[in-house]
């Protein structure tokens, strides 16, 4: 029988685990578990840098936490290519799910850019299947958010797009840009955004974290719903052009996805103590808290919640509070949406908790 674990339930975390938690913004090949990722390496015969599940987990901290963000993205490459098969990817969409609904998750929304798994000649299609098959199998309500990678020649990311929306009545909820900003602004694909609008598909742009707050109010003017990260947002708080532009914000009703962890390991803030989200929630912007990749950035969600608590004097309220603008904000249908919020609000009149 093995030896008893010494270490005592930290009741921090244990309360943050039983939190209702939207989940809007967790990339699917930034998720995955340990020892999934070690076992589908070894299916492909692709070699890992570990070969057991203790030391893979410490190579991906090690990565978290070197300060570059080369260092950061190699694990994506690794990823991406032990999750290359319709089964794997399956798998890994399950799985995601599953753990998501362990973490106390009632609503969520996945991303990924299938176009990535073309070179392992696995069509778009296919990858689009097999996601959507993986997540319909979790009791978990989710649904699929495809990603263009932004930096590509316009006809790869309009061909993005024309998946997104042939899957639009199949699971797949939205439509986001992602990859390197700064220098590839979401304005290049006006015309294509426009095109997904007006055929019905919501837009989630990655926007404001490596590159300016003007993409954000840029990412909002081109239809965005929601957009990934904007914590350069907080940069015009205070000056004589920050009213206005929270001011439009708000009247657009933009709501922000933002990864505090994920932010460090990428150099987007220095600490959870001065993240922009704190001056972000005080300036009373809609945003919520989310992981982006738990596998990279060895976070997940309740420990988020704990950070913030702990590091950024937020309270239970307010996370009570980000959670419900969270649902607000989700692409799912309304009747997944409002369960979410009874849900929320059932936990908070058992937790004597008033909303923020």
Same mark, same amino acid.
């Given at each position: 029988?093995?030896?008893?674990?010494?270490?005592?339930?930290?009741?921090?975390?244990?309360?943050?685990?039983?939190?209702?938690?939207? %989940?809007?913004?967790?990339?699917?090949?930034?998720?995955?578990?340990?020892?999934?990722?070690?076992? %589908?390496?070894?299916?492909?015969?692709?070699?890992?840098?570990?070969?057991?599940?203790?030391?893979?987990?410490?190579?991906?901290?090690?990565?978290?936490?070197?300060?570059?963000?080369?260092?950061?993205?190699?694990?994506?490459?690794?990823?991406?290519?032990?999750?290359?098969?319709?089964?794997? /990817?399956?798998?890994?969409?399950?799985?995601?799910?599953?753990?998501?609904?362990?973490?106390?998750?009632?609503?969520?929304?996945?991303?990924?850019?299938?176009?990535?798994?073309?070179?392992?000649?696995? $069509?778009?299609?296919?990858?689009?299947?097999?996601?959507?098959?993986? /997540?319909?199998? $979790?009791?978990?309500?989710?649904?699929?958010?495809?990603?263009?990678?932004?930096?590509?020649?316009?006809?790869?990311?309009?061909?993005?797009?024309?998946?997104?929306?042939?899957?639009?009545? @199949?699971?797949?909820?939205?439509?986001?840009?992602?990859?390197?900003?700064?220098?590839?602004?979401?304005?290049?694909?006006?015309?294509?955004?426009?095109?997904?609008?007006?055929?019905?598909?919501?837009?989630? /742009?990655?926007?404001?974290?490596?590159?300016?707050?003007?993409?954000?109010?840029?990412?909002?003017?081109?239809?965005?719903?929601?957009?990934?990260?904007?914590?350069?947002?907080?940069?015009?708080?205070?000056?004589?052009?920050?009213?206005?532009?929270?001011?439009?914000?708000?009247?657009?009703?933009?709501?922000?996805?933002?990864?505090?962890?994920?932010?460090?390991?990428?150099?987007?803030?220095?600490?959870?103590?001065?993240?922009?989200?704190?001056?972000?929630?005080?300036?009373?912007?809609?945003?919520?808290?989310?992981?982006?990749?738990?596998?990279?950035?060895?976070?997940?969600?309740?420990?988020?919640?704990?950070?913030?608590?702990?590091?950024?004097?937020?309270?239970?309220?307010?996370?009570?509070?980000?959670?419900?603008?969270?649902?607000?904000?989700?692409?799912?249908?309304?009747?997944?949406?409002?369960?979410?919020?009874? @849900?929320?609000?059932?936990?908070?009149?058992?937790?004597?908790?008033?909303?923020?």
């Amino acid at each position: 029988m093995p030896a008893a674990d010494p270490t005592p339930p930290d009741p921090l975390l244990q309360r943050a685990r039983r939190l209702p938690k939207v %989940l809007l913004h967790e990339h699917l090949d930034g998720g995955l578990r340990v020892p999934t990722l070690l076992a %589908l390496l070894r299916q492909r015969g692709l070699t890992a840098p570990a070969d057991d599940v203790e030391t893979l987990a410490a190579w991906f901290d090690a990565r978290a936490h070197a300060g570059s963000l080369v260092e950061y993205l190699r694990g994506f490459a690794l990823t991406v290519a032990a999750m290359a098969s319709p089964q794997a /990817l399956e798998r890994v969409a399950f799985e995601a799910a599953e753990d998501a609904r362990a973490e106390g998750c009632v609503l969520a929304e996945f991303r990924i850019a299938p176009l990535l798994f073309e070179p392992f000649g696995i $069509s778009g299609e296919a990858a689009v299947e097999a996601l959507l098959t993986g /997540l319909a199998r $979790s009791a978990l309500p989710s649904g699929l958010i495809v990603c263009a990678m932004r930096q590509l020649p316009a006809a790869e990311v309009t061909r993005a797009a024309t998946l997104a929306l042939r899957y639009r009545e @199949q699971g797949v909820v939205a439509f986001d840009l992602a990859g390197p900003e700064a220098g590839h602004p979401a304005t290049e694909h006006a015309a294509l955004l426009a095109r997904v609008r007006g055929e019905g598909l919501a837009l989630t /742009l990655h926007a404001g974290e490596a590159d300016g707050a003007a993409r954000v109010l840029e990412a909002a003017r081109l239809g965005a719903r929601r957009v990934g990260h904007g914590v350069r947002l907080a940069d015009v708080i205070g000056t004589p052009a920050g009213a206005a532009v929270l001011a439009e914000l708000r009247e657009r009703g933009l709501h922000l996805e933002v990864c505090p962890t994920s932010n460090l390991h990428t150099g987007a803030a220095r600490s959870i103590a001065t993240h922009p989200i704190r001056a972000l929630w005080d300036a009373g912007v809609s945003l919520s808290f989310h992981t982006d990749n738990k596998l990279i950035s060895c976070i997940d969600q309740s420990t988020e919640a704990v950070n913030l608590l702990q590091h950024a004097a937020f309270t239970w309220a307010d996370l009570l509070r980000m959670g419900l603008l969270a649902a607000e904000a989700s692409f799912l249908p309304e009747p997944s949406r409002a369960q979410a919020r009874q @849900q929320l609000l059932g936990w908070a009149r058992a937790e004597g908790i008033t909303p923020g």
